[in-house]
């Protein structure tokens, strides 16, 4: 059975900073694209960030210069590093993951998904 436990939400002000953490399992990691999407009430998931079953990375606009995506294969565990946040970036994350790269690109497309934590950002 694969699961993806998301980690690391809470509240924080602007300006702060957050990392989230999601830990793997039932699939082999290492051969797996990773990525982190959010959703607000009412909208559609979208892609935060993405990356590689190697050291390719991919951002959305929004978060570039202020997130990073990080894996651990020895933990099965993917990372997103969130500094300077916004009330902009208030959604909840989900952790991801394909085979495909181009599908955790795509945001929604992913396989297998997380539960979601909460991220919320005061102004």
């Known amino acids: 059975q694969v699961q993806l436990v998301e980690s690391g939400g809470g509240v924080v002000q602007a300006g702060g900073s957050l990392r989230l953490s999601c830990v793997v399992s039932?699939?082999?990691?290492?051969?797996?694209?990773v990525g982190w999407a959010r959703q607000d009430p009412g909208k559609e998931r979208t892609l935060v960030a993405a990356?590689?079953?190697?050291?390719?990375?991919y951002y959305a606009d929004s978060v570039k210069g202020r997130f990073t995506i990080s894996r651990d294969d020895a933990k099965n565990t993917v990372y997103l590093q969130m500094n300077n946040l916004k009330p902009e970036d208030t959604a909840v994350y989900y952790c991801?993951?394909?085979?495909?790269?181009?599908?955790?690109?795509?945001?929604?497309?992913?396989?297998?998904w997380g539960q979601g934590t909460q991220v919320t950002v005061s102004s």
């Open positions: 039932g699939l082999a990691f290492g051969n797996y694209a």
């Open positions: 991801d993951a394909d085979t495909s790269f181009g599908a955790v690109i795509g945001g929604y497309l992913a396989r297998y």
């Open positions: 990356h590689n079953s190697g050291t390719m990375t």
